[in-house]
Structure formats: structure tokens, C-alpha cells
């Protein structure tokens, strides 16, 4: 998103209660990634609805009203050691696994002008296509094919094809150089699915996720967001139920020269609740993962629309149950500017 001047008065008694009362339900939700919840099952293969660091700088800033669309490609590769037993997509057993994503997502929505309880609405949906490739030293099984029979080893499979839906909509507030932002969004598994591959696009099951986000912006060049929430994970196909989970996205920025700017990013991933209806063989399980890099960012208009770009990336660890490693974000936004006379 691009920078917002800050405007309006000086935040009254009530403007700071808001902001004091997020404060506290983002440090609790903080919190959750410090205390170790019970023992239980991971994230069906670290395979969660929610990829970190969709959220950076400018999160919860407003925006011009109107149509837009977000062009976005998320890459990713990782690793898991050979020794320690991983789950891929779709619930497969491995062990030693390299994990390689590309996935172009587009999300058209639209910001109305109306006011929604004194805030701004915004809503989209999001779609998507992508390619995973997953080489492993060995299958131990399939959800579908438990026996442990037969162990398949150095597999290599690749996998592509449209992803899941994800209806999105945030309602937000602009209180002086203070931003805040309430969002909701869900997976709906029309994406295409195959338990029995180790490398298939869509997740298979159905996913809720609501959280508050922050902005500060003070136009002085200097800005900071961060995004917190928490994802319900519900059955898939084969009655596996993924845990609750939570995530913590945030983004700082300097602007460097108008309208380029600069900073940092970073994510926190946990799995707050165990798993039900896992293959027992799993044991103990917990997702989790980190990540820090730098971003960078610039916006300009040509003609009646409004760009937006932002390239960001994120060296992993900490990492448990899923593939540490690299990702990146690169987003262009392209949004309607309006006439004079439209406003």
C-alpha cells in the first residue's frame, strides 16, 4: 500500500482507548508464541491456510475508494532434514524433504465510499495458480495408503494447478498518525486437490481467519504496521482436522525519497491447538516458523490509475514441522484514481 499523509486532529480520549485496548489484544496475541502450548499433532504438514507475511508496511493505512486489484507472486524454498519425519501437503509422510513454491495470486476487490461504523470497507477475493515441487529421500506412507509395506524413496513429484479461493474483507479506521484495522478472510478448497500426491496445489479442507491490524504513520517518513490473527482449521476428506493457528506479520519503512521507500519485515507462525484425527504414528508434531528481511517499495500513476510496488523477503528460522528456508512477495497494486468531479 502506499504511504498515507497523516491528517485530522489530535486524537481525543476515546481515539486512545481504541488504541489502548488493541494494544493489548496484539500483545496477547504476541503472547501465544512464547508460551509452548500442550503436547498434540502439527498442522496437517505445515500445510496452513495462512502464508506468512501476506501483511507488511502500510497494512491498516486507508486507501482511495474504488476498484483495485492485487497482482502478487509468493516463491518459496525450503528444507526439512533427512532423519526427521515431515508430513508434505496433503497428510504424506516423508522424510528429508526439499520444498520448492511459486504461486501467482490476483485479488480484485473494491473499497467503498460509504462509511461502515465510521471505518472504511474494503472487499475482495482472491485466486490464484501454482506450481510445488517436493523431492524427497523417502515416502513413508499416504493418508489413503497407510502400509508401511513399501517405502518409496528419492521421489521427485511436481504439481500445478489453480489454487484455493479466499474471500477477504477489512474494515478500517484512520485516528491521526494511528491506523487500525479489523479483517476477515477464509479458504474455500476449490482448488485442485490430491491427497496422495506430495505436491498438489489446493489444501482440500475449509479454513476461517480474523485479526486486527495496526498503523503508524506519522508523515514524517517513518512507519510501522503489524497484523495479528488466528486461523480455525475445519475436516478435510478424510476426517483430519488441522489445529488452531496463529500468526504475527509486521513491516517498518522509511521513506528514503518520495515516493521510494525502505525497511524491514518480519513473520511469527505457532500452532496454538493439536491436531484430531491424525495418524497416531505422528506423536508430538507442532508447526511453527520466523522470518526477517529487508522490502522495498515506490508508487506512481499513469493515467487514471494509481501503482503500488513492493518487494519483500524473509530468511526463516526457528523452524518446526515445516521447511525453513527463504521466501519473497512481490506485489504490484493497481488502483482507480478518480476525477475531481468523482469525489
Do not use: C
Not at 477489512?170 to 479483517?183: A, D, I, P, R, S
Not at 482448488?191 to 479454513?207: K, M, R, V
Request: zero cysteines; a negative charge; hydrophobic letters at 40%.
Amino acid at each position: 500500500m502506499s504511504a498515507q499523509d497523516a491528517r485530522g486532529p489530535q486524537e481525543d480520549d476515546s481515539e486512545w482507548a481504541w488504541i489502548a485496548s488493541l494494544g493489548r489484544m496484539l500483545a496477547l496475541a504476541l503472547g501465544v508464541f512464547i508460551i509452548d502450548p500442550a503436547i498434540a499433532l502439527a498442522d496437517e504438514g505445515g500445510a496452513s491456510f495462512w502464508v506468512p507475511g501476506q501483511y507488511a508496511s502500510f497494512a491498516a493505512s486507508k486507501t482511495d475508494s474504488g476498484w483495485s486489484v492485487d497482482l502478487e507472486t509468493y516463491v518459496a524454498t525450503g528444507r526439512q532434514s533427512t532423519g526427521t519425519v515431515a508430513v508434505a501437503r496433503g497428510g504424506t509422510r516423508v522424510s528429508g524433504r526439499t520444498q520448492t513454491l511459486d504461486i501467482f495470486y490476483v485479488t480484485p476487490g473494491y473499497t467503498f465510499d460509504t462509511a461502515v461504523l465510521d471505518g472504511q470497507l474494503y472487499i475482495g477475493a482472491t485466486f490464484g495458480y501454482g506450481w510445488i515441487d517436493n523431492k524427497v529421500d523417502s515416502v513413508l506412507s499416504r493418508p489413503l495408503r497407510r502400509s508401511f509395506s513399501t517405502t518409496e524413496t528419492n521421489v521427485d513429484e511436481a504439481g500445478w494447478g489453480t489454487v484455493d479461493i479466499n474471500p477477504l474483507a477489512t474494515l478500517k479506521w484512520e485516528l491521526g498518525v494511528h491506523n487500525l484495522m479489523v479483517y476477515a478472510t477464509g479458504n474455500i478448497p476449490t482448488g485442485y486437490f490430491d491427497p496422495n500426491s506430495i505436491s498438489t496445489p489446493g489444501l482440500g479442507f475449509w479454513a476461517v481467519d480474523g485479526g486486527l491490524g495496526y498503523t503508524y504513520d506519522g508523515g514524517n517518513g517513518l512507519e510501522f504496521s503489524v497484523v495479528a490473527g488466528v486461523t480455525y482449521n475445519f475436516e478435510n476428506p478424510w476426517s483430519w482436522q488441522s489445529g488452531v493457528d496463529g500468526h504475527v506479520d509486521v513491516g517498518a519503512s522509511w521513506m528514503v525519497a518520495d515516493p521510494f521507500y525502505i525497511g524491514a519485515v518480519g513473520y511469527l507462525f505457532k500452532q496454538l491447538s493439536g491436531d484430531v484425527g491424525a495418524p497416531t504414528e505422528l506423536a508430538a508434531h507442532l508447526s511453527r516458523v520466523a522470518g526477517a528481511g529487508p522490502q522495498i517499495g515506490w508508487g506512481f500513476r499513469t493515467g487514471s490509475v494509481a501503482v503500488d510496488v513492493n518487494l519483500r523477503g524473509y530468511a526463516e528460522f526457528a523452524a518446526q514441522n515445516r521447511p525453513e528456508g527463504y521466501t519473497a512477495w512481490f506485489t504490484v497494486t493497481l488502483s482507480q484514481v478518480k476525477r475531481k468531479a468523482d469525489k
